[in-house]
């Protein structure tokens, strides 16, 4: 079964940290390009992060610029998402997403990150 399963979501006061990561099963993301979007209560989905594959190269989204980091490691078909400084905005429900030019996109169930004191 095709599937990408995101983990590492929590609880997390202002300023901490997490970890996302986004693992593949069923396929392997070599070839596929691989992005991080978001989405909170009463608000359309967004683009956070994205990686392209074979390159590597990364986009942000202005307000996670120099807080987020987007990896990869095709070895083990796994994407990360790495979350500094964290604000009460970031809090949302946290999507991965594999594309491939000609297929259809696979997203993955979410995590949740909750920002809170």
């Known amino acids: 079964q095709v599937q990408l399963v995101e983990s590492g979501g929590g609880l997390v006061q202002p300023g901490g940290s997490l970890r996302l990561s986004c693992a593949a099963s069923?396929?392997?993301?070599?070839?596929?390009?691989m992005s991080w979007y978001r989405q909170a209560p009463g608000k359309e989905r967004e683009l956070v992060a994205g990686?392209?594959?074979?390159?590597?190269?990364?986009n942000y989204a202005d307000s996670v610029k120099g807080r987020f980091a987007i990896s990869r490691n095709n070895a083990k078909s796994t994407v990360y998402l790495q979350m500094n400084s964290l604000k009460p905005e970031d809090a949302a429900v946290y999507y991965c997403k594999a594309a491939r030019m000609w297929r259809s996109a696979i997203w993955g169930q979410g995590t949740q990150v909750t920002v809170s004191s």
């Open positions: 069923g396929f392997t993301i070599s070839g596929y390009d």
């Open positions: 990686i392209t594959s074979p390159g590597g190269s990364t």
